[in-house]
């Protein structure tokens, strides 16, 4: 075996058939997707469960946070991935790109009796989506019959390492539409959170709810979708609202909740992560997480047998009436809101 090299032992068949793929996914950029990544991957790992990042964000932010820069292991990338998609790889050669983290100071959970689980990485490429968009176009362009087609070669790629971790928490780039990467994260995930820090990232769910709800009929698959408020504050206004909105055991005074819970019921997390200047300029995932309730929560609703799956138990008419109390929110948000006439140009 090479120096530095971690082999891992594949999982126990149960273990592989609850293993999970978990997406960040939010059409809005810094409403803290990454940070919720890691923070939920650093909690199960400390929990035992192993763990595999995977940093689909072109921006690398993940990798960054996790120590690792722009210019190591430029030849173990995500991009590295779609570079090799014409070439039948063994399994071998597929389990090769992830490294694992030595993570400093890591620890296992408190109360845990488990040793903490294994770390691992697939890193982020500024490339990624560049290789991803070639690797479609060859596979548009090929010749052989049945012609390969783009998700389901991710998704083997993806199965592979499902064999090995239990949880591969996929983090996303923002701006869904369009990107060919988040395209086909929609077809190998079983789990999307939704992170909301605000009325803008609020905003933007119906989108995001139809365009996944889309793909999930387009590919006959049924990923879930859950929703958390990271990164919020409270409201500056009153919106009058009767309804008691309790986050954390705790009154919180944020129509955007009140929404999201009055709309999405169930499929709304009743942890959240207030904003905090302490956590504005994190590098890392840290120690004492704040984020560390919100983990414990989404895995104890992964693994509940009574998850309901949101694509079932809702459908897109939920979204008209929740567009219609953001637009209340935001009136009432944005007081001397301006008002739009055609315009004309003298020439
Ligand atoms: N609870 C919090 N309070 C204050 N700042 C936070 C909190 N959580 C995360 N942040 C900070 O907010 C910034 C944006 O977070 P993050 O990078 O996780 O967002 P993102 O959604 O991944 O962004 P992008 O869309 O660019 O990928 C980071 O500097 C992060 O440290
Ligand atoms: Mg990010």
Redesign the pocket.
């Known amino acids: 075996m090479k120096k530095n090299s971690t082999r891992i032992e594949p999982l126990s068949e149960e273990e592989i058939n609850n293993s999970k793929v978990v997406a ?1 996914m ?1 059409n ?11 923070a939920f991957g650093l909690q199960m790992a400390r929990l035992g469960y192993r763990v595999l990042f995977v940093d689909s ?1 072109p ?1 690398s ?2 990798s960054q ?1 996790l120590g690792m820069d722009d210019n190591m292991f430029r030849e173990r990338r995500i991009s590295e991935l779609f570079q090799k998609s014409e070439i039948n790889q063994s399994k071998k050669e597929r389990l090769s790109l992830p490294l694992a983290i030595d993570y400093p100071y890591f620890s296992r959970a408190k109360g845990s009796s488990e040793k903490p689980g294994i770390l691992a990485l697939l890193p982020g490429s500024r490339n990624a989506e560049i290789e991803a968009k070639a690797s479609k176009d060859r596979f548009i362009n090929s010749e052989t019959i049945p012609r390969p087609e783009l998700t389901p070669f991710f998704k083997e790629r993806i199965d592979v390492f499902r064999e090995y971790f239990d949880y591969i928490v996929i ?4 701006a869904m539409e369009g990107n060919v990467l988040n395209v086909i994260t929609t077809g190998v995930v079983d789990e999307i959170v939704c ?1 909301v ?1 605000g009325l803008e990232a609020a905003l933007g769910i119906p989108s995001l709810y139809r365009w996944v709800y889309g793909k999930t009929v387009e590919n006959n698959i049924t990923p879930n979708m859950t929703f958390a408020m ?3 504050h409270t409201d500056s206004f009153n919106l009058g609202y009767e309804e008691e909105a309790y986050m954390d055991d705790e009154y919180v005074h944020n129509s955007v909740y009140q929404c999201l819970k009055e709309t999405f019921g169930d499929f709304m997390c009743k942890s959240g ?11 890392q995932g840290f120690i004492k997480s ?2 560390q309730a919100l983990s414990n929560e989404l895995h104890d609703r992964f693994t509940s047998e009574i998850h309901e799956n949101i694509f079932e138990a809702t459908d897109p008419t939920i979204l008209k009436i929740f567009s219609e109390r953001l637009n209340v929110i935001e009136k009432k948000a944005l007081v001397k809101k301006p008002t739009f006439k055609e315009p004309y140009f003298v020439l």
Request: proline share 8%.
């Open positions: 960040v939010n809005k950029g810094g409403c803290a997707k990454t940070t919720t990544s890691i964000d921006q932010n993940m946070r983090d996303t780039a923002p992170p820090d990271v990164k919020y992560v207030r904003e905090q200047r302490t956590l504005r300029n994190a590098v704040p984020y």
